[in-house]
Nanobody, 122 residues
C-alpha cells in the first residue's frame, strides 16, 4: 500500500450522516500530520479535519466544526470522518492525506488517496 484509500462516500439528504474511512499506509517517521481535505470543481483544495500522530490534537475547519468528528484507529492505521448534520454545501470530493509536517497546508502532504465523492441533497 503506497497511498491512502478512502471509502464511505455517497449520497445523503441534508441533515443526514455519512462516515468516511481511510486506510492509511505506514510510513517512516514518528510525528506527522494526517487528515481529510475536500475540493469542489473550480475551487482550491481545503482542509476539513486534521490530526497528528503524537498528541492526537485535532483541528477542524470552521465550516464543519460541531458537525464532523475525526477519529484515528492507530493499531489498524485507519482514519475516520463522521459527518453529521450534512448540508448541501458539504458536497465535494473528499481526500485522505498523510505525512506532512504542516497539517493545514495541502501542498505539503506526501501521500493522497484517490478521493471519494460526497453529495448532499436539500
Amino acid at each position: 500500500q503506497e497511498r491512502p484509500v478512502e471509502s464511505g462516500g455517497g449520497s445523503a439528504q441534508a441533515g443526514g450522516s455519512l462516515r468516511l474511512s481511510c486506510a492509511v499506509p505506514r510510513h517512516n517517521g514518528n510525528n506527522y500530520c494526517m487528515g481529510w481535505f475536500r475540493q469542489g470543481s473550480g475551487k482550491e483544495r481545503e482542509p476539513v479535519a486534521t490530526t497528528t500522530t503524537i498528541g492526537g490534537s485535532i483541528w477542524y475547519s470552521e465550516s464543519v466544526k460541531g458537525r464532523f468528528t475525526l477519529s484515528r484507529d492507530s493499531n489498524k492505521n485507519a482514519l475516520h470522518l463522521l459527518m453529521n448534520n450534512l448540508k448541501p454545501e458539504d458536497t465535494d470530493m473528499y481526500y485522505c492525506a498523510t505525512h506532512s509536517n504542516y497539517c493545514q497546508r495541502p501542498g505539503l502532504y506526501e501521500y493522497w488517496g484517490q478521493g471519494t465523492q460526497v453529495t448532499v441533497s436539500s
